[in-house]
């Protein structure tokens, strides 16, 4: 059973970084996607970003483009989130998650349907 594990979280003031990691139980090489999502308080589940394992491309939301980066360890078996130029707005608990399904189309990276996996979540404020 494959199991997904975030850590990294905290706090942080505007204008900071934080650095998430996601660790598999399983070989990651074996997910063809992998990605984070968040989820703020009263709000919908938020695509953050998204990787492909084969080629490294890498796909963002609107919203983090520019300030959030997702680096990839194959010999860690991690996946990363490097969050820079945090803002408020950013407050939310962060989910990783992968997907074992091959030939997803870019364009449906943020859809939640296609990932298998989720991982629980990790906890990120930013304060003003």
């Known amino acids: 059973?494959?199991?997904?594990?975030e850590?990294?979280?905290?706090?942080?003031q505007a204008g900071g970084s934080?650095?998430?990691?996601?660790?598999a139980s399983?070989?990651?090489s074996s997910f063809s996607l992998m990605g984070w999502f968040r989820q703020a308080p009263g709000k919908e589940r938020e695509f953050?970003?998204?990787i492909t394992w084969s080629d490294g491309s890498a796909s963002y939301g609107d919203s983090v483009k520019?300030?959030?980066t997702i680096p990839r360890d194959n010999a860690k078996n991690?996946?990363?989130?490097?969050?820079?130029?945090l803002k408020p707005e950013d407050t939310a608990i962060y989910y990783c998650t992968a997907s074992s399904r091959t030939r997803i189309f870019w364009t449906n990276f943020p859809r939640q349907d296609v990932?298998?996996?989720w991982g629980q979540g990790t906890q990120v404020t930013v304060s003003s």
């Open 1 to 5: 059973q494959v199991q997904l594990v």
């Open 7 to 12: 850590s990294g979280g905290g706090l942080v």
């Open 18 to 23: 934080l650095r998430l990691s996601c660790a």
């Open 26 to 28: 399983g070989s990651i």
């Open 48 to 50: 953050v970003a998204a």
């Open 66 to 68: 520019g300030r959030f």
């Open 78 to 85: 991690t996946m990363s989130l490097q969050m820079n130029s």
């Open 115 to 117: 990932y298998d996996y």
